[in-house]
Each structure stands twice: as structure tokens, then as C-alpha cells.
């Protein structure tokens, strides 16, 4: 997308929001993609080491505008029906660079407190186009005994989900977004 068209697209959200109306965000969530390098989602249970990890690796393609400095980013992961993990970020957690085009957080503390240890979201160039998304998570993960899992992303009002079956291992699941 063109410097000018998302500059297009980001003031008329600042002048439909400054009129009383939010942007507009998709209504159909969308799916989690893969054909990016290292499209996968890992579930590591660290039992007697600490919390356990979940790292999600994907590529989403919005049909909306979305800046998750200024809308927040939420993931959740479901077992079957029960929930396993869920963290926010609020907006203006996450810091924007790349001229707008990627937002990071890192907490280095999150490995022995839990939540989100680090979240890059950035814009993709090219072909695929969307964005790219990689999360490290720590938490209590002993709830994902089921190999059906439903990983969702939120970003601001746009929702992007995965329901497959991951692959079984010794210390965990494994799945690949593709």
C-alpha cells in the first residue's frame, strides 16, 4: 500500500472518528495465513521449569485499515472449549516504528510474571501483502489437552482466527498456519 493511500486511509479514520464515528473495522472475522517464513504456533510445557511458553507465527491480511498502536492487540487460544491463554496489550502499549509500519512490545519479565513477552506486528511489502505477526507468551498452558485448538487475534476491531488440529509432541503442540 502507498505512503499516500495509508495516509489517505489514517486521516479519514482521525476525520470519522473526530465526527463521532469509529473506523471501520471488518464484521467476518478472518483467517490466520500462512506462506510466510515460519507460519507456525508452539505450545512447550515447561512443568517444574516455570511457565509454560506459546509462541503463534502468522500473517493476517486485513479488509480494513488497522494500527495496533492505536487500537491494542489481544490473543487467545482455546482447547476444545476450554480457554487456555488470553492477554491484551491497550492502545499506545505498543511502540510504532518503521515509519508506521511495525509496532513492538517486549517485556522481559514476562517469562516469571507471565503474558506476552514479545509481539511484533508488522506490515508486509510485496506480493502476500497483510501483516506479519510473531508472539512469545508465557503462562500457566496445562488447560490445552485437547489437539483442537482455536488460536484468535484482535487487533482494535479486526479478528483473525485458526481452528485446526496441532500435532501432539512430548513437551507440548505444534501446528503450522498454512
Keep these: 500500500m502507498s505512503t499516500l493511500r495509508r495516509f489517505a486511509i489514517a486521516f479519514g479514520t482521525v476525520i ?6 469509529g473506523a471501520e473495522a471488518q464484521e467476518i472475522p478472518q483467517p490466520l495465513l500462512g506462506n510466510c517464513c515460519s507460519c507456525t504456533g508452539a505450545i512447550r510445557d515447561d512443568t517444574g521449569l516455570g511457565l509454560d511458553t506459546i509462541r503463534v507465527a502468522t500473517r493476517v491480511v486485513p479488509v480494513s485499515f488497522m494500527n495496533p498502536f492505536d487500537e491494542g492487540f489481544t490473543l487467545e487460544l482455546v482447547s476444545g472449549a476450554v480457554p487456555v491463554f488470553s492477554a ?3 492502545p499506545g502499549d505498543m511502540d510504532e516504528n518503521l515509519f508506521g509500519r ?3 512490545w517486549h517485556d522481559p519479565g514476562a517469562r516469571s510474571s ?8 508488522q506490515e508486509m511489502a ?3 501483502g497483510g501483516f506479519l505477526i ?3 507468551a508465557y503462562g500457566d498452558l496445562s488447560a490445552a489437552a485437547d489437539p483442537s485448538m482455536t488460536v484468535r487475534i484482535a487487533i482494535g ?5 485458526d481452528t485446526s488440529l496441532w500435532t501432539e509432541r512430548d513437551n507440548g503442540f505444534r501446528h503450522g498456519f498454512w
Design 16 to 21: 470519522a472518528a473526530a465526527a463521532g464515528q
Design 157 to 161: 476491531g479486526d479478528s483473525f482466527f
Design 114 to 121: 507471565g503474558g506476552f513477552s514479545r509481539v511484533l506486528v
Design 102 to 104: 511495525r509496532w513492538t
Design 88 to 90: 491484551s496489550l491497550a
Design 134 to 136: 510473531h508472539v512469545y
Design 126 to 128: 510485496g506480493a502476500l
